[in-house]
């Protein structure tokens, strides 16, 4: 069946190779994720001088780190002298350089070449010019953005953009002062599963009646199979009787000051292409960073954030945590069942979005646009 074939009411999707292919994996790791901008790191856990952390990005391993005059940086985890790896570790901290183990050249947080063996010897070298290879970042909403493009984009008419798009402002986000909040609880996920899946399913709700049982409980419009994300501007209003984004419902925690009476009692989701989502409640806000490893495979780290107050006085945070921890493992599922089956020859051609979800066929013309 070809796409003029099909009933008005529906729209394909992405074929099967589209989640496979190792090969249409390299060009979005090229083409979507090493040209763009890309959340690295929450700034907040790179507290002091000398704190770092590394990620992934596209096939590169990037170091992030703050300086002694307190500004975040980033390089390539690459020690110009025969490019060796300069941090195996995930996170840590450094007193004042960091030094390659291999041969020991050192870089300041700068990234300056600082030191190494006989380097007095080499005068010629110009510190600066063999320093590490720095790449821009912009810090927005308390998180770190790295792009390795050679020319980056636009912050703005990216990233900025897909919020705009989706609150119709800025400052629709803003008013959350998600810079100033503080970890409540901090989850990883390893989803074996593409990244696009993901990304599909944070966007719809047609699946919400049947495998969401305590967030429909919570947002009961959602059981009518329309997102929150198919509305600009629109959030998902609390059931009558819920006092609370929480797994039963209930009472959540101190509410954030800068929500409006108009954001009070409502959920609103945001995707940020290409792996961000953002979900805002009244006394809280929850980030997911996707971390694209393997055409079947993708880490996600998923952020709690509350008023700082709130997380110091120990006040419990389960029955908050709780309810987005269920609907992560009941979609993560989801994703890794659809993830089974795109080498089938039933899916070679790909499947069909129903009007609910026509608004991920964007989705899917912006990753073609992006791979040629």
């Given amino acids: 069946m070809t796409t003029t074939d099909l009933p008005q009411s529906l729209l394909p999707t992405l074929p099967g190779p589209y989640y496979t292919d190792p090969s249409i994996f390299a060009r979005e790791q090229e083409r979507i994720f090493e040209a763009g901008w890309f959340c690295a790191v929450r700034s907040a856990d790179l507290p002091s001088p000398g704190s770092f952390e590394t990620v992934q990005i596209g096939r590169e391993s990037v170091l992030v780190a703050r300086g ?4 975040l940086r980033a390089f390539l985890n690459v020690c110009r002298h025969r490019g060796a790896q300069l941090c195996a570790e995930e996170t840590g901290e450094v ?4 030094q390659c183990r291999y041969h ?6 700068d990234g300056k070449l600082v030191a190494a063996p006989n380097l007095t010897g080499m005068p010629d070298v110009d510190r600066v010019e063999y320093g590490l290879t720095a790449l821009p970042l912009r810090e927005w909403l308390g998180y770190a953005w790295v792009s390795l493009a050679d ?41 074996r599963a593409n990244w696009k899946q993901i990304i599909e399913n944070f966007m719809e709700c047609y699946h919400c009646a049947t495998i969401h049982p305590e967030l429909t409980e919570v947002l009961p419009e959602f059981a009518d199979g329309y997102a929150a994300q198919y509305y600009v501007g629109h959030g998902a209003e609390f059931g009558d009787k819920v006092t609370g984004f929480t797994v039963d419902g209930g ?3 101190q509410r954030l ?7 009070d009692r409502r959920y609103y ?35 709690w954030l ?30 890794e069942r659809c993830q089974r089956a795109m080498g089938s020859r039933a899916y070679a051609r790909g499947g069909v979005l129903v009007p609910s979800e026509h608004h991920i066929g964007e989705f899917h013309d912006w990753v073609r646009a992006r791979l040629g």
Wanted: hydrophobic share 40%; glycine share 8%.
């Fill in 68 to 71: 002694r005059d307190g500004a």
């Fill in 95 to 98: 007193k004042r350089a960091f």
């Fill in 104 to 109: 020991a050249w050192t870089y300041g947080l």
């Fill in 151 to 191: 020319e980056p984009p636009s912050f703005a008419d990216t990233v900025m953009a897909d919020v705009s798009t989706r609150l119709g402002g800025p400052g629709e986000i803003e008013a959350y002062a998600m810079e100033g909040l503080a970890l409540g609880r901090r989850i990883e996920y390893d989803v």
């Fill in 251 to 253: 009472d959540g925690v």
């Fill in 257 to 263: 000051p800068g929500v409006g009476e108009h954001q």
């Fill in 269 to 303: 989701a945001i995707t940020i292409r290409p792996q961000v989502f953002v979900n805002l409640v009244p006394d809280h806000v929850i980030v997911h960073r996707m971390f694209p490893l393997a055409p079947d495979r993708t880490l996600v780290r998923c952020d």
């Fill in 306 to 335: 509350y008023l700082p107050e709130v997380v110091e006085s120990g006040v419990d945070l389960d029955r908050s945590v709780e309810l987005f921890h269920r609907v992560n493992q009941q979609d993560f599922d989801a994703c």
